[in-house]
């Protein structure tokens, strides 16, 4: 099924000018890498204020080794650290966002190395990182990569994108989200489903008609719509689009009257800023908006 969608996408690809081709599945072509030296698992680039990070470990379904994780945290701190970044895509390929974390690497460790280690703490970071992050998801998102993908503010998925959480039939169970984020996204009964058989797994379109993937997109197209909304947020202003993710991402941990304070005490702090001086004002004037991000 999947040699026959990589084909014409292939196809596809091919044909497109290079200004083009920074969809998924050319990514190797604009693909630079940013202040960090040499990336084995991942391809980045830079499109505008939107930075582009490729999961890029092919032969193994994007499987999140360590290693990824490692060099992924690494460059969404350089990107959320760099002034001329507003927002970043996350993707894979057009056969696999990730498979889930690498169950060869993981299946030969112990209880206690995984407790005192804290393994996979580091997963966590992505969720610390303050610019939004859009994650264009084709392929497999199973297990850990069903997981970074809600870890990520907005999913958006290719047609034939497959969300599932399939760790039960591996003897483990989901740790990076999975029996937690993905209740609040699709609700218990879809949870419990897909956490307790392994194998009823959403499709891109189920996933949508449930909350957990907020648009779809044909295959090929996907990529770059993420990178069209990446590209409409990154050019607001930063702190107020923070304000914005913080104040979400507070209404998971809240309750709702501390959540209603919360925001209400962030709206009136962006009157303090010269962005939302300079947005109504823009407004008032019939103008379009210029933000200084202060
Ligand atoms: C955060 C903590 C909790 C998270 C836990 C998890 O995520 S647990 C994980 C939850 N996820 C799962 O349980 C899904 C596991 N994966 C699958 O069930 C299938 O690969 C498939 C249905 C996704 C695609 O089937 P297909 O017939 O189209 O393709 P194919 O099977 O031939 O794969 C191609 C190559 O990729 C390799 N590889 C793939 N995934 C992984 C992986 N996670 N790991 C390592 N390697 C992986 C595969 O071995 C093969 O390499 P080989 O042998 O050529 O050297």
Same mark, same amino acid.
């Given at each position: 099924?999947? +040699?026959?969608?990589? /084909?014409?996408? @292939?196809?596809?690809?091919?044909?497109?000018?290079?200004?083009r081709?920074?969809?998924?599945?050319?990514?190797? /072509?604009?693909? =630079?890498?940013p202040?960090?030296?040499?990336l #084995?698992?991942l391809?980045t680039?830079?499109r505008?204020r939107v930075a582009?990070?490729?999961?890029?470990?092919p032969? *193994?379904?994007?499987?999140?080794c !360590?290693?990824l994780f490692v060099?992924?945290?690494? =460059?969404?701190?350089e990107?959320d !650290?760099?002034?001329?970044i507003?927002?970043i895509?996350?993707?894979?390929?057009?056969?696999?966002?990730?498979a889930?974390?690498?169950?060869?690497?993981?299946?030969?460790r112990?209880?206690?190395?995984?407790y005192? #280690?804290?393994?996979?703490?580091?997963?966590?970071?992505?969720?610390t990182?303050r610019k939004?992050?859009?994650? +264009?998801?084709?392929g497999?998102?199973?297990g850990g990569?069903c997981?970074?993908?809600m870890m990520?503010?907005?999913?958006?998925? &290719?047609?034939?994108?497959?969300?599932?959480q399939?760790?039960?039939?591996? &003897?483990t169970i989901?740790?990076?989200?999975?029996? /937690?984020?993905?209740?609040?996204?699709?609700?218990?009964s879809? @949870?419990?489903?897909?956490?307790?058989?392994?194998? =009823?797994? $959403?499709?891109? /379109?189920? +996933?949508? *008609?449930?909350?957990l993937?907020?648009?779809?997109?044909? @295959?090929?197209? =996907?990529l770059?719509e993420?990178?069209k909304?990446?590209?409409?947020?990154? !050019?607001?202003?930063?702190p107020?689009v923070?304000?914005?993710?913080?104040?979400? !991402?507070?209404?998971f941990?809240?309750p709702?009257?501390?959540? $209603?304070t919360?925001?209400?005490r962030?709206f009136h702090?962006?009157?303090?800023?010269?962005d939302?001086? #300079?947005?109504?004002s *823009?407004f +008032? #004037?019939?103008?379009?908006?210029?933000?200084?991000?202060?």
């Amino acid at each position: 099924m999947f +040699a026959a969608l990589r /084909q014409p996408l @292939a196809r596809a690809s091919a044909a497109k000018p290079l200004a083009r081709a920074f969809s998924a599945y050319t990514p190797a /072509q604009n693909a =630079v890498a940013p202040a960090s030296p040499k990336l #084995e698992y991942l391809l980045t680039e830079t499109r505008g204020r939107v930075a582009l990070v490729t999961l890029h470990r092919p032969k *193994a379904l994007n499987a999140l080794c !360590n290693g990824l994780f490692v060099e992924l945290n690494q =460059v969404l701190k350089e990107f959320d !650290n760099n002034k001329d970044i507003g927002s970043i895509v996350i993707t894979g390929s057009e056969r696999a966002f990730a498979a889930g974390a690498d169950i060869k690497e993981m299946k030969d460790r112990q209880f206690i190395e995984n407790y005192s #280690e804290n393994f996979l703490g580091h997963w966590t970071q992505i969720t610390t990182i303050r610019k939004p992050i859009i994650a +264009a998801v084709n392929g497999f998102a199973l297990g850990g990569g069903c997981e970074l993908a809600m870890m990520c503010d907005i999913i958006y998925a &290719g047609d034939k994108a497959v969300f599932g959480q399939p760790e039960i039939k591996l &003897g483990t169970i989901p740790g990076a989200g999975g029996t /937690q984020r993905l209740v609040k996204a699709v609700g218990k009964s879809k @949870a419990m489903e897909m956490c307790l058989t392994g194998s =009823v797994n $959403l499709t891109a /379109q189920e +996933a949508e *008609a449930a909350g957990l993937v907020s648009k779809v997109y044909p @295959a090929e197209q =996907v990529l770059d719509e993420a990178i069209k909304t990446a590209s409409k947020i990154a !050019n607001l202003s930063v702190p107020i689009v923070q304000m914005v993710k913080d104040a979400i !991402n507070q209404s998971f941990e809240m309750p709702l009257q501390a959540g $209603l304070t919360f925001e209400r005490r962030l709206f009136h702090a962006t009157f303090g800023t010269n962005d939302q001086k #300079e947005g109504m004002s *823009a407004f +008032a #004037e019939k103008r379009k908006p210029n933000f200084t991000n202060n």
